[in-house]
């Protein structure tokens, strides 16, 4: 709970950082032109759901 408030504040930060940490994360054994396209397929995840996030 290093520098954070209280456990609600970490409680909160932690259950929307494991979602979206999800996206990010990838195979150790990849190669770089796989890492690019997966990197690419999921930064349009990402702005597609920011566009729904920020129309609300």
């Known amino acids: 709970m290093k520098r954070f408030k209280s456990a609600g504040q970490a409680q ?3 259950s929307v950082h494991d979602r979206v940490g999800n996206l990010f994360r ?5 190669n ?3 890492h690019r396209t997966s990197r690419a397929q999921t930064f349009l995840a990402w702005n597609e759901v920011a566009a729904v ?3 609300l």
């Open 12 to 14: 909160r930060f932690l």
């Open 26 to 30: 990838r195979p150790a054994n990849t």
């Open 32 to 34: 770089a032109a796989a």
């Open 53 to 55: 996030a920020g129309g």
